[in-house]
């Protein structure tokens, strides 16, 4: 079975395309922007052309009718940019899987993929640390007593991440576990 990751606009898209393991991952793109379920009538919700493409590409049912066994994905990983627009997006994609999906939430099938908002580079290696807000931007950079050869990039989309970067970072099952794992711990000291 195949891992679904919901992203983003066609841009976002075609970057996990170029990254992805196809046998075993696939992406669905949301066009514009998610409509409201806790405001739209259900009418509404079945009308929107990104609601309608995540109940055809998932297959599962929706509401009373949802089933998580039926299922055609392993996993649905929703990943969206590192932003403001992004947080947004994502928190309509699970009102969405809330109230019109709530078995596969139930059942563990959703996962949200954060990608970090900064690549920190030392411009004379090869080395790349990731941080994923402002905050920990800011400690990476106490640590490095050469700020002036260290280029930071801010990502404001997928679009944005290298092939390499996108698979590792986001897609490769193991390096994103061990990604996840070594910010806990970091977080946690």
Known sequence: MKELFIVEGKSAASTIRQAMH???QEVL????????????SFAKVLANPSCQKIFQTLACGIKKECKSDKLVFSQILILTDPD???THARLLLLKLFQHYLNPLIETGLISI???PLFRIAELHSTHYQYAWDEQQRLLLLKNKADSDNIEITRFKGIAQFSRIECHKLLLDLNSRKQIILEGTEKNNA
């Open 22 to 24: 196809k046998p075993t």
């Open 84 to 86: 403001f627009d992004g």
């Open 113 to 115: 993929i954060i990608p």
């Open 29 to 40: 793109a949301c066009q514009g922007k998610l409509i409201n379920v806790e405001k739209a």
